[in-house]
Every structure is written in structure tokens, then in C-alpha cells.
């Protein structure tokens, strides 16, 4: 699309408008590139917002862009939209070349995560310092603020806030985690946050020779005519967005800094502390979905391997607090030492702890649980290959002491949140028993538990502890500035960083519960009552089936075996089959294991628990209905018959009580010849209706026999019904022919059988047809004459 003349930047706007409608995208991402190349950044600065918004769609939601979280690899747009927008591609090219300008592009407020809006709109100056100095106010006031952002933090803005705008429902089915979106953010990550090496210079560079960054901070903000004071929170931030002259490694950072910090105020920072203090939200809570949890994911464990990058002789230094007195470590190390702890650990937590807490209770909380999984797991990202087998009892090593103790709430808290969720869960799912499972895994593993009640001890310190403590600052014991035991420093650090996560967590006034307190030990105690309950109805569903599928053997080919339907409509779900009733067993099983290693539990006490539970479902509890109460319709559920459905510790028998006739069409039935049948089998009955309903009804033999070969409903065993199908059932059902069975593929490969061993002893198809019917008869004959015996014994 370039021309030999560069046209002028309106006209540019609207050339690429028009083609945004008539050209492929292969077509117009080539003419995007040459237009990158030869246009100056002054003609591209007019299109750049609008490219934005055309690649990753409008900030409302109306307009989708390119559709990045439904583009899959299958798709041959896939590859054209990762290959112009790669960290080193002509979309980053375009930033680089608009960050040398020093251009700015506007975000209005409203748009920012629900805490950053209020504080900004309440006069509040946000904690993060990536929306410092940068508001605009317009004459109409605060409701309308816009934030001016540099090209790099307007065009991550974007990417980022791509996630959580809704999503219009995908044409053809995917994962989430094979779209073009999600690659991306994986791509960004490992370029932008490296485990080796630094982060690649800029592809471009202006005639200084450098990118210009944006102007450092400053803690005089535009803030100051409202009387609002600078929050301690910036005194914590250890990296200034580096000048034009800035050292080409702090360019670096900030360009890392800036990355995270936007993903992590876009995805994350959705609630305050306040929020949860306060137990109300001022609005509506911001509600993740299982794609953004994914992404999180995602972004945890490219931190964690960040993180972990760190050359060994920097892991034995000083604390981050004490950074500013190594003058020698470089920014890039700096940044891996604090980057977990200081940007995401709070934000990540109150999201953490928001999921946990608003979540469905079915299968999708997966992705949920092991976002926190992977975040008190930094060990399993060091980059080392572990053996699986030898990973199953893997101690947790020593050097992670300091990480479990500054993220102490991350293990207890989200643990006693997660506790009070799976006991209001159907483990008897075998998706719902995995998680269980996974978890007590995870705090199974040698160490780990010890390490969290070394933590849980130091913070039950005594106050007074603090009150010998050094100031933070304090001189080393060579330059003479300790009157402390080395030992004695240690410790007291330790305990003031445990006692500094929680309060900053939690507030300064929170309630801390014991992870191995009597009060969470109880609730332990009832989490494995409802394993145990879950693994006895596994088994005996899991028999129940077994029997099922017995009766249903060879003989039941020849029409032997149950004639009842509704044996097929039982209600059970896929998870409930007997392969995963099997693994829902093994599940449970060794989470029990695992809870009694985590918690050191007695071994003779818990089997003495599980038996004694057992014994009291055989003796005939497990045939008991949920409590219920009589309605005026019906039963009605009580809050106990709710917890002991959730729990899986009752169940009704749920079966088919419709009309049989009107069942859904099975996969083993032709669907041509039940419609047709049951047109023939109502003409029959509509015609000789009454001669059936007169014969049915005498008491003697021709009586019984007429009603074993026609349909009669109030023969049916009844249920407890609800309401509804109790309505349904108090219509008069009268005697009925039923051909459905014909219609069934079993039922014609028998007869085709039967008449196809007719034909080689030479009979007729008209003598097959009457041996058939003849041998019918005469076993209905037999089964009548059975019942009457029985009856009289």
C-alpha cells in the first residue's frame, strides 16, 4: 500500500479503514508493515489508536478486533496475527518508533479496575505508580478523567484488557489455552520477563540512540491540589522509569516493570482489602471467567520461573528491603528478587481469595485451584528436570523456608477457605474428588507442613519481640552496628516479615486461624466424614451398576432380561459411570492418606471413623430418602436434605416416570421405526381400547396374561414424585399395546437371526413369523403361571 508520495495522515486513516473491510488480513498486515517502515512516527501516531483498537477490539466490548482469544491454530489467520504482533514484530516496531516521540494516548478512567477507579474519582492517589503524573482533568470533573499513557503502556493496556472484555460465543469449539491470545501473553512473558539473559534491546532506535522512557515518578503528583498525600506504598517501589540518558539496562526494566505491572492491575486488582473488610462492594463484583483464570495461571508460572532465574550468588543476599546498599547487583537481578513479593502476592491473594469464595462448586474450579497450586509451588519452576516418579516424594527443600513464611496466608488462609468449600461439594464426582486430592497432595509433600507451622509459630510471637528489634537499616556486625546475636537477628527478622505479610493481607485487626489449630483440626475431621460418606455411595452406586449390568447379560438378548426403559434413564451422569465411580474411589482413598500426614492423625481413629460409618450405611441409611417435609405438592427438600444431597450422603432414585411410550429415542433404536411403530401401536389402541381396558380388568388368568403382554402403568412400582410428575401420574392410565420393542437394533438381529437359521432348516417366512409369535405366547404363558405361584407362597 505504499505509495510513492506518503499521503497524508488523514487520508492514510481512511485508506486503512476501507481496507479493514475488503482486504484479508494477510494482505492488509503486509501493507501495515511497509507503512511501519516508511512512514515517520508523526504520520503514524494518528493511526496508532486506531490500530489498536482494530487488532484487539474496542474497550466496551462492541467492536471484537481480531478476535485473538477465539483465533485457534487450525485457523489460517492464526499465524499471520502471532507473527505481526510477536514481542519483535512490526506491531512492537510501531510502539518502539511512537515511544521515541514521546506521544501520549488517553484512557479514560472508567475503564480502570474497580479499586483504581474509586480511589482516583474519591481525589485518592492509586497505590500502583503506573497511573502516576499521568492524569488529564478535563472542565467537566473527575467523573470523566482521562489517564495519558506512553505508546508501550497504552498498547499493553489494551492487550491486556482484551481478556476481560466479554466474549462472544465461539463458532467452533476450542481450548482456551490453544487461542492465539493466550500464546501471546506466554510470548510476551518469556521475552519480557527472561529466566536467561536480559531482556532484547529495542529493535528500534532514534537518533539519541535510545528509547525514551517515560518521565520518572515523582511523588508531587497533580493530586496535590486536592490535599491528598503521597501513600507509603511508593517508598516501596524500588525502580524509577529511567531518563533519555538512563543506563541501558534500567530501559530495560522499566519496559519489564511496566508489563507486569499493567497485567497485574488489569487481570488482578479487581478487589481491595477494604472490599473485604467491609464484607460489601460498592458495586458489583468483578466475576473472572475460567479463560481469565487461565491466563493468571499462565502468568504465575512465568513469574515463578522469572523469579527462580536468579544467579545463586544473588539468592544468599541481603533482603529486598536492604536493596539500595548493593550498589553491584544489576536492576535486572533486583527485579527477580522482589517481583513476586512486592507486584503481585497482595492482588493475587484478594483474587485468590474472591474465587474461592464466589465460585460455582462444579468441575470448572479446576483451573481455580491450580492457579494457587502452581503460585505455593515456586519450587516446581527452577527450570530443573525432575523425574515424575521420584517428584511423588520429593522433600521441599530448606531454601523455600523464607518464601512459605512471607506467603504464610497463601497456604492457611486460601487452605481454610478451600476446607469450608469441599465440604458443600458432591465429591462422589470424580472431578470434585481429583481436586480434593490434588490439594492434600500438594500439602502432603515432606517439609512442606512443617514449614508452614514454623511459619503459623512465628507469627504467634509476642508483640514485645518487635519491640527489641533493630530498625530495618540496621549496620552489619563488622561495621559495629549490632548489639543482637546474629542468631537472635535472624529470627527477629523472620518474625517481623511473617507478622508484616499478615497484617498487609489482612489488616491490622484480623483474626489469624491456626492451620493447625483444634478449631481447623475439627473441620479436618469433618471433611474426611464426608470422603468417607462419598466413597461408600461411589460403592454403592458402583455395585448397584455392577448388578444392572449382570441382569443384563447374554440372555437378555433373546428377551429375557428386563423389559423396563427406564433401566436406560436412570439420570446418572457421565461422571458417574463405573470406570470414574472407580477413579472417584482411588481419589478419595489417598486424599485420606494425605490428610492424615498433613495433620498426623491417628491411623487405628480414623479407620475405627470409617468403619463405624460404613457399618451404619449397610444397615440401611443409604436407602433412606433426603430429609424431607410433606408440601401441598409434594416433598419438600430441608436445608439437612440439601447439605446431605451436596455432600452425596443420600440421593433420590431418580428414574423416568413420563409416559414410556413418549421416551427419548435411544441410540440403539432406529428412529424411523419408533415414530412409525408408535403411530401403528396408537391406531390399535385408539381402535381397540376398550376391549383391552374390559379384558385387563377381569381377576383371573386370561386377566393376568392380557396384562403381561399390554402396558399397564398402575402395575409400575410408585416413587416419591415431585410435584409436577405427581400431577402427571394422577391421569388415568389405561392398558396399552407397545411395539417400541421392535424398533430396538437388538430386537431385529434377533429376529433377523431367527428367520435367517428358518431359512436354512426351509421354512417359510410365514412359518418363522407364526413360531415366533407362538414361542411369545407360550413364555408369557409361563412367566403368569411363575408369578401366580409365587404370589401364593
Not at 208 to 230: D, E, M
Not at 276 to 291: A, D, G, I, N, R
Amino acid at each position: 500500500m505504499a505509495a510513492p508520495t506518503l499521503q497524508q495522515p488523514s487520508f492514510l486513516l481512511a485508506n486503512l479503514r476501507n481496507d479493514s473491510t475488503t482486504k484479508p488480513l494477510l494482505h492488509r498486515c503486509q501493507d501495515l508493515v511497509k507503512i511501519i517502515d516508511d512512514y515517520p512516527a508523526k504520520e503514524l501516531h494518528v493511526i496508532f489508536p486506531w490500530l489498536v483498537e482494530t487488532v484487539f477490539g474496542s474497550l466496551d466490548g462492541i467492536l471484537g478486533g481480531w478476535n485473538l482469544r477465539l483465533l485457534q491454530a487450525r485457523s489460517h489467520e492464526y499465524n499471520i496475527a502471532l507473527e505481526f504482533l510477536s514481542p519483535s514484530g512490526p506491531m512492537m516496531k510501531l510502539v518502539y518508533k511512537l515511544q521515541a516521540e514521546e506521544y501520549k494516548y488517553e484512557i479514560p478512567v472508567n475503564y480502570l479496575p474497580g479499586p483504581v477507579k474509586a480511589c482516583i474519582q474519591q481525589g485518592v492517589l492509586p497505590e500502583c505508580p503506573l497511573f502516576h503524573n499521568k492524569l488529564q482533568f478535563p472542565l467537566s470533573g473527575l467523573l470523566t478523567l482521562n489517564l495519558a499513557l506512553n505508546p508501550f503502556e497504552f498498547f499493553m493496556f489494551n492487550f491486556a484488557y482484551c481478556l476481560i472484555t466479554p466474549k462472544p460465543p465461539p463458532q467452533q469449539q476450542g481450548s482456551s489455552t490453544d487461542s492465539a491470545y493466550f500464546v501471546l501473553v506466554d510470548m510476551y512473558l518469556k521475552y519480557f520477563l527472561p529466566s536467561e539473559g536480559s531482556v532484547p534491546p529495542s529493535p528500534f532506535s532514534d537518533s539519541r540512540g535510545s528509547v525514551t522512557a517515560p518521565s520518572p515518578r515523582s511523588t508531587s503528583v497533580s493530586f496535590s491540589g486536592y490535599g491528598v498525600h503521597s501513600p507509603s506504598l511508593l517508598k516501596h517501589h524500588i525502580f524509577q522509569q529511567p531518563s533519555v540518558n538512563a543506563d541501558p539496562a534500567a530501559q530495560e526494566i522499566w519496559r519489564s516493570e511496566t508489563l507486569l505491572q499493567m497485567f497485574v492491575e488489569v487481570w488482578l486488582h479487581h478487589y481491595s482489602l477494604e472490599m473485604y473488610q467491609k464484607l460489601q462492594s460498592p458495586q458489583e463484583p468483578f466475576s473472572p471467567t475460567e479463560e481469565h483464570v487461565l491466563v493468571v495461571r499462565l502468568l504465575v508460572k512465568n513469574l515463578h520461573a522469572f523469579s527462580n532465574s536468579l544467579k545463586p550468588d544473588q539468592l544468599t543476599s541481603s533482603p529486598p528491603t536492604h536493596s539500595h546498599t548493593h550498589t553491584h547487583t544489576s536492576p535486572l537481578e533486583e527485579f527477580k528478587r522482589v517481583v513476586v513479593q512486592r507486584f503481585v502476592q497482595q492482588k493475587l491473594y484478594l483474587f485468590l481469595q474472591h474465587c474461592f469464595g464466589h465460585w460455582p462448586l462444579d468441575a470448572s474450579f479446576r483451573a481455580v485451584l491450580e492457579t494457587w497450586l502452581s503460585y505455593i509451588q515456586p519450587w516446581r519452576y527452577t527450570g530443573e528436570k525432575i523425574n515424575p516418579q521420584a517428584d511423588q516424594n520429593r522433600t521441599v527443600p530448606e531454601k523455600w523456608e523464607s518464601f512459605v513464611q512471607e506467603n504464610l496466608l497463601m497456604y492457611t488462609k486460601l487452605f481454610q477457605v478451600l476446607l469450608n468449600r469441599a465440604v458443600r461439594t458432591d465429591l462422589v464426582n470424580a472431578k470434585n474428588a481429583l481436586m480434593v486430592f490434588r490439594v492434600s497432595k500438594v500439602f502432603a509433600q515432606p517439609n512442606l507442613a512443617d514449614m508452614i507451622q514454623k511459619g503459623e509459630q512465628l507469627f504467634l510471637e509476642p508483640e514485645h519481640v518487635l519491640h527489641h528489634r533493630q530498625p530495618r537499616g540496621y549496620l552489619t556486625p563488622n561495621q559495629g552496628g549490632s548489639f543482637l546475636s546474629s542468631r537472635q537477628r535472624v529470627v527477629t527478622d523472620m518474625v517481623f516479615r511473617v507478622k508484616s505479610h499478615v497484617y498487609a493481607l489482612e489488616g491490622q485487626d484480623c483474626q489469624y486461624k491456626q492451620m493447625f489449630g483444634n478449631e481447623l483440626r475439627g473441620a479436618v475431621m469433618k471433611l474426611i466424614q464426608i470422603i468417607a460418606q462419598a466413597r461408600q455411595t461411589a460403592k454403592r452406586i458402583s455395585d448397584h451398576s455392577n448388578e444392572v449390568a449382570a441382569s443384563n447379560s447374554f440372555l437378555s438378548w433373546f428377551g429375557v432380561g428386563s423389559s423396563d426403559l427406564n433401566n436406560t434413564f436412570s439420570g446418572a451422569e457421565p461422571e458417574e459411570s463405573g470406570e470414574c465411580l472407580k477413579k472417584t474411589h482411588e481419589f478419595l482413598d489417598r486424599a485420606l492418606e494425605h490428610l492424615c500426614q498433613i495433620f498426623k492423625l491417628n491411623q487405628g481413629q480414623l479407620t475405627q471413623l470409617i468403619s463405624t460409618l460404613g457399618s451404619c450405611q449397610d444397615e440401611g441409611n443409604c436407602k433412606q430418602l433426603p430429609d424431607c417435609i410433606q408440601g401441598e405438592n409434594g416433598l419438600m427438600l430441608t436445608d439437612l436434605g440439601r447439605k446431605q444431597i451436596i455432600s452425596g450422603q443420600r440421593r433420590f432414585d431418580i428414574q423416568y416416570q413420563g409416559d414410556p411410550e413418549l421416551q427419548p429415542i435411544r441410540s440403539y433404536e432406529s428412529a424411523l421405526l419408533v415414530r412409525l411403530l408408535y403411530r401403528v401401536s396408537s391406531l390399535i389402541n385408539l381402535r381397540f381400547g376398550a376391549h383391552m381396558d374390559a379384558v385387563c380388568s377381569r381377576p383371573d388368568f386370561p386377566g393376568r396374561l392380557c396384562r403381561h403382554f399390554l402396558s399397564d402403568g398402575d402395575s409400575a412400582p410408585r416413587l416419591n414424585q415431585s410435584p409436577l410428575s405427581r400431577r402427571w401420574s394422577e391421569r388415568p392410565r389405561r392398558p396399552r399395546l407397545s411395539l417400541r420393542r421392535l424398533a430396538s437394533f437388538r430386537t431385529l438381529m434377533v429376529l433377523l437371526l431367527i428367520y435367517g437359521l428358518g431359512a436354512i432348516l426351509s421354512f417359510s417366512p410365514v412359518s418363522s413369523s407364526i413360531i415366533i409369535l407362538t414361542g411369545g405366547f407360550l413364555y408369557g404363558l409361563v412367566l403368569t403361571l411363575l408369578q401366580d405361584k409365587l404370589k401364593t407362597h
